[in-house]
Nanobody, 124 residues
Framework: QLQFVESGGGLVQPGGSLRLSCAAS????????IGWFRQAPGREREGISC????????NYADSVKGRFTISRDNAKNTVYLQMNSLKPEDTAVYYC?????????????????WGQGTQVTVSS
């Protein structure tokens, strides 16, 4: 089955850090842009970051800019999201998915291979 497996979530205090991993299963992610998304309870899923296939281009939502860093290791078939200075409003299930056109599309329906997500809870 072609999908991503997200991991690294958990419970963290405000101001803390987590590093999420997104491992590709059943395919190689070398040629895909990879996006990170999140969905908080009662809210729509939103895109928060994306990285091009080479890693040379990244973008971030304003809500996470300066706090989150996306990176990738194609040799390990894995994309990461380093999250620092976490806030309670970052609480959500975090997902990753692949853009086969390597465009970091703003449209979620262009992404494939969604995983089950990993829960991040920021609370004291």
């Amino acid at each position: 089955q072609l999908q991503f497996v997200e991991s690294g979530g958990g419970l963290v205090q405000p101001g803390g850090s987590l590093r999420l991993s997104c491992a590709a299963s059943g395919f190689t992610l070398d040629y895909y842009a990879i996006g990170w998304f999140r969905q908080a309870p009662g809210r729509e899923r939103e895109g928060i970051s994306c990285i091009s296939s080479s890693g040379g281009s990244t973008n971030y939502a304003d809500s996470v800019k300066g706090r989150f860093t996306i990176s990738r290791d194609n040799a390990k078939n894995t994309v990461y999201l380093q999250m620092n200075s976490l806030k309670p409003e970052d609480t959500a299930v975090y997902y990753c998915a692949a853009d086969p056109y390597n465009s970091c599309s703003p449209y979620m329906n262009k992404y494939h291979y969604w995983g089950q997500g990993t829960q991040v809870t920021v609370s004291s």
